[in-house]
């Protein structure tokens, strides 16, 4: 059965740092994108940006691209969403989300994780 | 960047009646590799993770009710849930996954009347 699992709440102060993870279970991690959606309270979703575990090619959304950094472990088929120096605004949920493929055809965004809750607040 | 624009913001529908949701985008979305349209439909309720309804704009997703259909129109998409049941109180959001950066609709909230 194909789960994404996400690590658990957290609270930090603007300018920590934090990275949160996705573990992967029941499913070939390498060679399938897995993507980050943030939520902010009582808003609607953004994609974050993707990363192909096989290789670790990323791919940004502009409004997030030096903001975060995306990264994939193959070894314990986990994802990570890390930030340097948190602001307030990155106040939200953040998703993991896996894009199918299908017939060779790299489609839609199918399993999604739990969600990890960041706040950042002095 | 492809903008996904939802109508209405908010409906409510009695049980048993029709809602509509539609989702338009800016430009095309269908990938000329497999002829689809690239996009999802989503429910999202409170407390809960986005769950896939229908992909390829029609496609219904494995175990979901068949009262969930997607139709599309060139860049003109519609959610219809034919007979609404009370759990389907949720917010809706489509999604464009044919070009980054993947972008979604701002959400419709349905509710009971």
């Known amino acids: 059965e194909v789960q994404l699992v996400q690590s658990g709440a957290e609270v930090k102060k603007p300018g920590e740092s934090l990275k949160i993870s996705c573990k992967a279970y029941?499913?070939?991690?390498?060679?399938?994108?897995i993507g980050w959606v943030r939520q902010m309270p009582g808003k609607g979703l953004e994609w974050m940006g993707s990363?192909?575990?096989?290789?670790?090619?990323?791919r940004y959304s502009p409004s997030f691209r030096g903001q975060v950094t995306i990264s994939a472990d193959k070894s314990i088929t986990t994802a990570y969403l890390q930030w340097s120096s948190l602001k307030a605004s990155d106040t939200a949920m953040y998703y993991c989300?896996?894009?199918?493929?299908?017939?060779?055809?790299?489609?839609?965004?199918?399993?999604w994780g739990q969600g990890t809750l960041v706040t950042a607040s002095s | 960047d492809i903008v996904m624009t939802q109508s209405p913001d908010s409906l409510a529908v009695s049980l048993g009646e029709r809602a509509t949701i539609n989702c338009k985008s800016s430009?095309?979305?269908?990938?000329?590799?497999?002829?689809?349209?690239?996009l999802s439909w989503y429910q999202q309720k409170p407390g809960q993770p986005p769950k896939l309804l229908i992909y390829?704009?029609?496609t219904r997703e494995s175990g979901v009710p068949d009262r969930f259909i997607g139709s599309e129109s060139g860049t003109d998409f519609t959610l219809t849930i034919s007979s609404l049941q009370a759990e389907d109180v949720a917010v809706y959001y489509c999604?464009?996954?044919?070009?980054?950066?993947?972008?979604f609709g701002q959400g419709t909230k349905v509710e009971i009347k």
């Open positions: 989300v896996r894009r199918i493929t299908i017939s060779g055809v790299v489609s839609h965004f199918d399993y």
């Open positions: 430009q095309s979305v269908l990938y000329d590799s497999n002829n689809k349209n690239y």
């Open positions: 990363i192909y575990p096989a290789d670790s090619h990323t």
């Open positions: 999604q464009q996954y044919y070009i980054t950066p993947y972008t």
């Open positions: 029941g499913y070939s991690f390498s060679t399938y994108w």
């Open positions: 390829w704009a029609s």
